[in-house]
DNA sequence: AGCCTTTGACCAGCG
DNA sequence: TCGCTGGTCAAAGGC
C-alpha cells in the first residue's frame, strides 16, 4: 500500500490499517494528489472559506514506546514534502514527546486531507494537542472559525481552555500570531497560532504538557455542540489512548465529506453552516474574494477600544 | 462577576 | 552597543 511506501518502518499491521486510513484522507486531497504527481492549484472543490487549509495530525501515528517516533517523523518529512499546498501547520514545538498512539491515526486521515504541513521539532513531548485529544479535531478548527465575535480569533480548541494573552504580527505582519496559554491553574502550555492574512489557521504550535486533565465541557456557545461530540468520542471510543497522563489522551474526530474525503468539520460549516456566521465568515469570504485584503487576520475584528494607557511598566 | 480578547508596551535573545 | 524580532504583560473593555 502507499502508506507502506510511505513509511516502510511502520510498526504493526494494525497501525497500518489505521496509517493507511490516513493516507486515504489524504489521496482525497490537493496534497495527496501533488504526491502522485503534479496538480493544478485545487482539483478538488473547496469551501469558500475554508479553501484548502487542513489539518494534519500526526501525533497520531506515534505509538506510546516511542519506538515509532522516528518513522513517523520520516513520514513527517515525507508527507510534508508532498503536501506541497498545505497551509495548516501543526508543530509540535520543543517540549512534546512523540508518545503518540496508534488509535489516533483515524484523526491524522482527516487532517492530511487537505494537504498540511506538520512540523515536529525537538524533544517534541505530548503536545497536548497533537496528541492527547491530539487537541487538533477539526471539530476544534472549526470551533475556531465559528466562535462569537467575543473569540474569533480562537485557534482549534482541543477541549483545553485557552485564553489568549498576546498577538502579534511576525515576519513583516504576514502571519499575525496569536499566544495563548491553557486557563487551567498551574498548567504552564501555550500555544501559538498563525494565521494567514485570510485568517485561516496556517500553524499552531504548542509547548509545554498539561498537567491536568482535559477540563469538562462549559462553554456551550463557542461551538459547544461540536466539541460535545468530540467529547463523547473521547470518552467512548478513545479512552484507552488517555492511558498514562492526562494531557495525552489521544483522541480522533473526524468527519466525510460527501466525496468520501475526510474533512475538517470547519469545512463542513463552510458548506452551509452559517448558523454561527461571524466576523469569521465574511472574513474568509473577504479572503477569496479579494485576496488577502483584509491582512490582521486575528485582528480583522474591528473593534476599536483601548485607548493607549500612559506607560505600563 | 468572572472570564476572555484586544493591543501597545515592555523585555529578552540574537546578530 | 544597537536594532530587530519574538514572546509576554497587563489595562481596558466586551460578553
Redesign the pocket.
Known amino acids: 500500500t502507499l502508506a507502506a511506501a510511505l513509511f516502510p518502518d511502520m510498526p504493526s499491521p494494525a497501525f497500518h490499517g489505521s496509517f493507511t486510513q490516513l493516507l486515504v484522507g489524504a489521496m482525497g486531497s490537493p496534497a495527496a494528489s501533488s504526491a502522485s504527481g503534479p496538480s493544478p492549484p485545487s482539483p478538488f472543490p473547496v469551501p469558500p472559506g475554508l479553501s484548502r487549509t487542513a489539518l494534519l495530525g500526526s501525533p497520531s501515528l506515534f505509538s506510546p514506546t516511542g519506538n515509532f517516533e522516528m518513522s513517523h517523523r520520516q513520514a513527517l518529512a515525507q508527507v510534508t514534502a508532498q503536501a506541497v499546498h498545505s497551509q495548516y501547520t501543526i508543530v509540535n514545538q520543543a517540549d512534546y514527546p512523540l508518545p503518540f498512539s496508534s488509535t489516533t491515526s483515524a484523526f491524522t486521515s482527516q487532517h492530511v486531507n487537505s494537504s498540511a504541513n506538520i512540523t515536529s521539532t525537538e524533544e517534541t513531548p505530548t503536545p497536548p494537542s497533537l496528541t492527547g485529544n491530539s487537541n487538533f479535531k477539526p471539530n476544534e478548527v472549526s470551533q475556531g472559525f465559528q466562535?462569537?465575535?467575543?473569540?474569533?480569533?480562537?485557534p482549534a480548541d482541543d477541549g483545553y481552555?485557552?485564553?489568549?494573552?498576546?498577538?502579534?504580527?511576525?515576519?513583516?505582519g504576514e502571519y499575525p500570531?496569536?499566544?495563548?496559554?491553557c486557563?487551567q491553574a498551574g498548567c504552564p502550555v501555550?500555544k501559538?497560532v498563525e494565521r494567514s492574512a485570510c485568517g485561516e489557521i496556517t500553524q499552531i504550535?504548542y509547548?509545554g504538557q498539561h498537567n491536568h486533565q482535559r477540563p469538562p465541557k462549559r462553554?456551550s456557545?463557542d461551538g459547544g455542540s461540536l466539541l460535545d461530540e468530540v467529547d463523547d468520542f473521547h470518552e467512548n471510543g478513545d479512552t484507552l489512548n488517555r492511558s498514562e497522563q492526562g494531557s495525552q489522551d489521544h483522541s480522533a474526530k473526524f468527519e466525510v465529506s460527501n466525496d468520501g474525503i475526510t474533512v475538517p468539520s470547519m469545512s463542513k460549516r463552510a458548506e452551509g453552516d452559517d448558523q454561527s456566521s461571524g466576523s469569521s465568515d465574511s472574513e474568509e469570504k473577504a479572503c477569496d474574494e479579494a485576496g488577502a485584503d483584509n491582512g490582521?487576520g486575528?485582528?480583522?475584528?474591528?473593534?476599536?477600544?483601548?485607548?493607549?494607557?500612559p506607560?505600563?511598566?
Open positions: 466562535t462569537s465575535a467575543l473569540t474569533v480569533d480562537k481552555n485557552w485564553r489568549k494573552y498576546g498577538q502579534k504580527a511576525v515576519k513583516g500570531r496569536s499566544y495563548y496559554k486557563t501555550k501559538k504550535i509547548r462553554r456557545k490582521d486575528g485582528s480583522t475584528n474591528a473593534k476599536k477600544r483601548h485607548v493607549p494607557a506607560a505600563q511598566r
